[in-house]
Nanobody, 118 residues
Framework: QVQLVESGGGLVQAGGSLRLSCAAS????????MGWFRQAPGKEREFVAR????????FYADSVKGRFTIGRDNAKNTVYLQMNNLKPEDTAVYYC???????????WGQGTQVTVSS
């Protein structure tokens, strides 16, 4: 079993930056690919970014490409999401997830709120 805990959310002005962290306990994350998703009020959860288990390969939603960077430190069992040039439309609850090639995303965190004011 893996427990994921997100942190780093908050209120920031448009154009600002935040760094989200997703810390894992229970098992090592090194065998999982990791993803960040977000859900705005009244909308479905959407994909933001994903990183392979080794950290070599990354993928981003078009809406965040060039502004967000996903990274991981397997030694610290932590995944990060650096968010720059934030926009009001980035306002959402951000979730991290751990997945494998057999079952997709199998573990989720509780989410952290990001609010971007205009």
């Amino acid at each position: 079993q893996v427990q994921l805990v997100e942190s780093g959310g908050g209120l920031v002005q448009a154009g600002g930056s935040l760094r989200l962290s997703c810390a894992a306990s229970g098992r090592t994350l090194s065998t999982y690919y990791m993803g960040w998703f977000r859900q705005a009020p009244g909308k479905e959860r959407e994909f933001v970014a994903r990183i392979s288990s080794s950290g070599v390969n990354t993928f981003y939603a078009d809406s965040v490409k060039g502004r967000f960077t996903i990274g991981r430190d397997n030694a610290k069992n932590t995944v990060y999401l650096q968010m720059n040039n934030l926009k009001p439309e980035d306002t959402a609850v951000y979730y991290c997830g751990a997945g494998n090639g057999y079952s997709g995303y199998v573990y989720w965190g509780q989410g952290t709120q990001v609010t971007v004011s205009s």
